[in-house]
Antibody, heavy 126, light 111 residues
Framework: QVQLQESGPGLVKPSETLSLTCTVSGYSISSGYYWGWIRQPPGKGLEWIGI???????YYNPSLKSRVTISVDTSKNQFSLKLSSVTAADTAVYYCARVPHLVVRGVIIADYFDYWGQGTLVTVSS | QSALTQPPSASGSPGQSVTISCTGT?????????VSWYQQHPGKAPKLMIYEVSKRPSGVPDRFSGSKSGNTASLTVSGLQAEDEADYYCHSYAGSNNFVVFGGGTKLTVL
């Protein structure tokens, strides 16, 4: 059974960098799939942040791209999110998820999100 | 990157059917058959209910079905049950520039 678990500080100060890690169990990240981050501000909808493959290739939400870095550590079966220069608008529950994908005429297509972590609330406040 | 448009709310009585729409553009919903739907109960993570427009993952009741016409995808829940009361989100692949887009969510109430 594939399981994902987010971890990291629950409180980050404005202008600092938010850092979260997703630990995957029941499946080896190196075996395939993309792995992604999605967030949900309190009372609002889902927002895609970005995805990463075990080979390090990434795709980011254009609206967050300048502040986001997603990395992978296959030796620990983990992938991580860094979001810089945070403001109160970045307060949200952050989810990690597995992303089945296809390659169509050389283009990567993120198909859907099949396994999700339970989510972790990150509050940006001084 | 604009979110897909969903009605804020939908409702139905137990046993009835309800359909939730998800409207995008030819650059996302209308251009690809990579639409998925997620159910989210309060305080819980989203759960995949439908993928690739109309496919159901193992374990999802066949009361849940998906379809697409033009730029609008739909999720139909038949034989409504109390446990179907939740928020529902659609998602679509949005091309090589925007890549992924979600709908704003629909709160389904079972009356």
């Amino acid at each position: 059974q594939v399981q994902l678990q987010e971890s990291g500080p629950g409180l980050v100060k404005p202008s600092e960098t938010l850092s979260l890690t997703c630990t995957v169990s029941g499946y080896s990240i190196s075996s395939g799939y993309y792995w992604g981050w999605i967030r949900q501000p309190p009372g609002k909808g889902l927002e895609w942040i970005g995805i990463i493959h075990h080979d390090g290739s990434t795709y980011y939400n254009p609206s967050l791209k300048s502040r986001v870095t997603i990395s992978v550590d296959t030796s620990k079966n983990q992938f991580s999110l860094k979001l810089s220069s945070v403001t109160a608008a970045d307060t949200a529950v952050y989810y990690c998820a597995r992303v089945p994908h296809l390659v169509v005429r050389g283009v990567i297509i993120a198909d859907y999100f099949d396994y999700w972590g339970q989510g972790t609330l990150v509050t940006v406040s001084s | 990157q604009s979110a897909l448009t969903q009605p804020p709310s939908a409702s139905g009585s137990p046993g009835q059917s309800v359909t939730i729409s998800c409207t995008g553009t030819s650059s996302d919903v209308g251009g690809y058959n990579y639409v998925s739907w997620y159910q989210q109960h309060p305080g819980k993570a989203p759960k995949l209910m439908i993928y690739e427009v109309s496919k159901r993952p193992s374990g999802v009741p066949d009361r849940f079905s998906g379809s697409k016409s033009g730029n609008t995808a739909s999720l139909t829940v038949s034989g409504l049950q109390a446990e179907d009361e939740a928020d529902y989100y659609c998602h679509s692949y949005a091309g090589s520039n925007n890549f992924v887009v979600f709908g704003g969510g629909t709160k389904l109430t079972v009356l």
